[in-house]
């Protein structure tokens, strides 16, 4: 936990959102970040973690509590790796199905998407392609 406080970045790569929603929870990182100044970089399901829902589309296997639930530090949900050639599953049609499952505005992303967060203001900072899920 110190090494945590005392980072200037965090780097949370990607996976199963819900297993390390899990394990943030477990170790007490969930409840430090909100309080941290490091600026936080999560890539594929280490962003998902920081949203309220990932979309049952997402979940690989149940958590060992809850559902579709992440941590909820931002208050939209990701859609990773928008029409990425090798996950012919995640094109703009299928987010489109996916999001009308959440309650919440979403973002459909590539891999040259990051979304800019700070003090709940949203940039979307792209070389690629995205689009905005809003409610």
């Not at 100044?37 to 979940?59: D, I, K, N, Q």
């Not at 990425?84 to 959440?102: G, I, K, Q």
Request: charged share 20%.
């Amino acid at each position: 936990m110190p090494w945590v406080q005392e980072a200037d970045v965090i780097l949370v790569n990607g996976g199963d959102a819900l297993y390390l929603n899990y394990w943030m929870q477990q170790s007490g990182v969930a409840g430090v970040l909100p309080s941290l100044r490091a600026v936080y970089v999560g890539l594929s399901g280490g962003s998902m973690v920081m949203t309220p829902r990932v979309g049952e589309e997402f979940v690989q296997k149940q958590p060992p509590v809850g559902d579709d639930e992440a941590l909820g530090l931002v208050d939209f949900s990701i859609f990773p790796h928008l029409d990425h050639d090798a996950m012919p599953e995640n094109s703009l049609a299928d987010a489109e199905r996916w999001a009308a499952n959440l309650e919440r505005p979403a973002y459909a992303i590539d891999d040259q998407t990051p979304l800019k967060v700070h003090d709940g203001s949203v940039e979307v900072v792209s070389e690629g392609h995205w689009k905005f899920l809003g409610r």
